[in-house]
T-cell receptor, first 114, second 110 residues
């Protein structure tokens, strides 16, 4: 019954590799997000995406790209991984607009770049 | 979105009320106050939100001052499971993305 799921939970890889993190939501939401939480525990938005619009935080390197095969999935592709990409990545989803717009978060993927 | 200021940490005795303050002095008229929490190693979890009236749900109460420049999240009977980082976020209806600050690390002690 998991609302927002992510795979893998842990990912260890070498610098320079390309990797993907998958996210799926079964809530029927139209909007999905990716957040990054660094070692200092600050949570930062990376992307907001629905079937009409991709909003990118301007601080995100273009090595990061979200790809959505359908409304229930938003995968995160990372090219040429760097040491500084090590972090926990959270996927989230919500319905756009309205007064609530509660976001549901996945359990996170801990990425370690060696 | 307006910036928020929260104390970095607080302690609370188990069974007592936990009152977590948040300052948002630059909040504008159409911005809501949201509270999320993050229990260790988990994704953030929505708690409550409000515009200007006080709000209550099964998890917590939200008290917003009349000038809307500050608010308090109240956990009426804190349990050990409430130990988490609590984030106060101010956001307008137009935006979807949440901007998290440093939050308050609440430690509930037996």
């Amino acid at each position: 019954d998991t609302a927002v799921s992510q795979t893998p939970k842990y990912l260890v890889t070498q610098m320079g590799n390309d990797k993907s993190i998958k996210c799926e939501q079964n809530l029927g939401h139209d909007t999905m997000y990716w957040y990054k939480q660094d070692s200092k525990k600050f949570l930062k938005i990376m992307f907001s995406y629905n079937n009409k619009e991709l909003i990118i935080n301007e601080t995100v390197p273009n090595r990061f790209s979200p790809k959505s095969p359908d409304k229930a999935h938003l995968n995160l592709h990372i090219n040429s991984l760097e040491l500084g990409d090590s972090a926990v990545y959270f996927c989230a989803s919500s319905q756009p607009g309205g007064t609530l717009n509660e976001q549901f978060f996945g359990p996170g993927t801990r990425l370690t770049v060696l | 979105d307006a910036k928020t200021t929260q104390p970095p940490s607080m302690d609370c005795a188990e069974g007592r009320a936990a009152n977590l303050p948040c300052n948002h002095s630059t909040i504008s008229g159409n911005e809501y106050v949201y509270w999320y929490r993050q229990i260790h190693s988990q994704g953030p979890q929505y708690i409550i939100h409000g515009l200007k009236n006080n709000e209550t749900n099964e998890m917590a109460s939200l008290i917003i001052t009349e000038d809307r420049k500050s608010s308090t999240l109240i956990l009426p009977h804190a349990t050990l499971r409430d130990t988490a980082v609590y984030y106060c976020i101010v956001r307008g209806l137009a935006g979807n993305m949440l901007t998290f600050g440093g939050g308050t690390r609440l430690m509930v002690k037996p």
